[in-house]
């Protein structure tokens, strides 16, 4: 399995930014897809993740209502959408699939099997 992230980028608080992760490999059908986040100093931290079947999706607290995580099976591609950008979405983001993750482990990191490289995003004041 190989992830490329895409997307990130210099943003000013409050505008939006959607980023892309690919995946390339076997069938996906039994795959979690997530979206974690490192800020310099701090532990990866998870933002969203969703189920390649049945779409079923989860979000970390401090971006519900902001971001919103989506696939596209055909392009073996998941979004994330940023909307409503604050200074603290300032991160590196990463995307990362796991298999046959239950719901209760979807936003631990080290569930996660494959990683792609990160993308920085930079929200400005």
């Known amino acids: 399995v190989q992830l490329q992230a895409s997307g990130g980028g210099l943003v000013q608080a409050g505008g939006s930014l959607r980023l892309s992760c690919t995946a390339s490999g076997p069938t996906f059908n039994s795959y979690v897809m997530g979206w974690f986040r490192q800020a310099p100093g701090k532990e990866r931290e998870f933002v969203a993740a969703?189920?390649?079947?049945?779409?079923?999706?989860s979000y970390a607290n401090a971006v519900k209502g902001r971001f919103t995580i989506s696939k596209d099976t055909a392009k073996n591609t998941v979004y994330l959408q940023m909307n409503s950008l604050k200074t603290e979405d300032t991160a590196a983001y990463y995307c990362a699939a796991g298999r046959s993750l239950i719901t209760s482990v979807m936003s631990d990191p080290a569930k996660y099997g494959y990683w792609g490289q990160g993308t920085q995003v930079t929200v400005s004041s």
């Open positions: 969703i189920k390649w079947m049945g779409g079923s999706s």
